[in-house]
Structures are given as C-alpha cells and as structure tokens.
T-cell receptor, first 112, second 119 residues
Framework: DTEVTQTPKHLVMGMTNKKSLKCEQH?????MYWYKQKAKKPPELMFV???????INESVPSRFSPECPNSSLLNLHLHALQPEDSALYLC???????????FGPGTRLTVL | AQKVTQAQTEISVVEKEDVTLDCVYE???????LFWYKQPPSGELVFLIR??????QNEISGRYSWNFQKSTSSFNFTITASQVVDSAVYFC????????????????FGQGTILTVHP
C-alpha cells in the first residue's frame, strides 16, 4: 500500500484567514515532504521532515508553518496568505530521506 | 548543480501510436537516482520507476519501457500502443545520493511533458 492522503481536496480562503492542510500516511515512512505546484510547472520543495524533525526549509515565507505531530501526520498551517500562494499543495512520504517519494492527491488552494 | 531537461513541452498522438518522452540530466555525482512520475488531470503524482546510476539495464513494464544511457545522460520513456488513459503530464526527476552535497536527496524535476492521446 503506497497511499498518502490529504485533506481537504479544495480550499478557498481569504487573506486574513487561518487554515491548515493535513497529510497522513500509514506506510511507516520516516520522511515527509510538502511541495507547492503552480499551474504548468513542476513541484517545488517547501519542507522536509525526517524522523519528525524539520530537516529542510527551502526559504519558505513564515506565513507557511509546517508541523509534524507524529510519524504519520504532517500539517501545513496557513496564515495571511497572498493571492500568489494559490497553487496545488502536494504532500509526499518516503521510507527514508533519499528513498522513492510517494505523493498524495494534493490540496488545491485558492487565496482570494 | 543538478538539472533535468525535458525538451518536449507537449506531445499529441492518436491512440495505439508509440510515443517516446525524452529526458536529459546533468549531475556531478557518480551516485544518483532517476525517476519518472505521471500526473493525470486529478493532480496526484504517480510514481512509475526509479533507476540508480549503476544500473543501466533497460526496463519494461507492460506497455511502458525505459532506456537509460549514461553515455548520453538520458533516461527516456516509451509508451507502446498508447491509450487515452495515458494522457497526463509526465515528469522526469533526478536525486543525488552522495551525502554532503546541497542537493543530497532532493528531487530535481524537469519541466514536464504534456502528453495528449486522442481516440
């Protein structure tokens, strides 16, 4: 089973809202990732958690705040986003960092 | 720095045609991994294959086949007898496996090739 789940599938929020994206995997993977993907572009890495610790932050603005409550869950807290943050947000996991990454279906975020 | 180039932005074929998606990569590492992912309109990136730099054997999986040639730094993907369900964006990606580098473990994606298969 290589399933990564993400909720919600779609999210519309205003620039003053606070919302969270959720990602879950039950494959026992120890690395989890957040990516941002704009239309007609490849995914861009945002954050990497390895063994529940933040190991990579690709200079992402502080209005994006990741959290890894346990080895199966990954959250992305959103606050004071801008319209240009509208994108598909993809979560992925891998057995270990550098192993094959398996992606979830993504959350399509629209910021008004 | 590592780089992946997918020169074909869009390809359009008719069902049952064979189609090859090109991928050329650049890396200074001797140990690395190459991947292909499929992204249908639903948005999920679906893993297709991973190949390490020391394994140049070609691989076939059903209608899919991959040709890895280190001499030309290419990792091409062929779909035989294409079907409408193959319509998607296909990404080639590279991951460096030598610890210590700034790109260690990170997936570098190509720009993607949009494949449309017409009935």
């Amino acid at each position: 089973d290589t399933e990564v789940t993400q909720t919600p599938k779609h999210l519309v929020m205003g620039m003053t809202n606070k919302k969270s994206l959720k990602c879950e995997q039950h494959m026992g993977h120890r690395a989890m990732y957040w990516y941002k993907q704009k239309a007609k572009k490849p995914p861009e890495l945002m954050f990497v958690y390895s063994y529940e610790k933040l190991s990579i932050n690709e200079s992402v603005p502080s209005r994006f705040s990741p959290e890894c409550p346990n080895s199966s869950l990954l959250n992305l807290h959103l606050h004071a986003l801008q319209p240009e943050d509208s994108a598909l947000y993809l979560c992925a996991s891998s057995q270990e960092y550098t192993d094959t990454q398996y992606f979830g279906p993504g959350t399509r975020l629209t910021v008004l | 720095a590592q780089k992946v180039t997918q020169a074909q932005t869009e390809i359009s074929v008719v069902e049952k045609e064979d189609v090859t998606l090109d991928c050329v990569y650049e890396t200074r590492d001797t140990t690395y991994y190459l991947f292909w992912y499929k992204q249908p309109p639903s948005g999920e990136l679906v893993f297709l294959i991973r190949r390490n730099s020391f394994d140049e054997q070609n691989e076939i999986s059903g209608r899919y086949s991959w040709n890895f040639q280190k001499s030309t730094s290419s990792f091409n993907f062929t779909i035989t007898a294409s079907q409408v369900v193959d319509s998607a964006v296909y990404f080639c990606a590279l991951s460096e496996a030598e610890a210590g580098g700034t790109s260690y473990g990170k997936l570098t994606f190509g720009q993607g090739t949009i494949l449309t298969v017409h009935p």
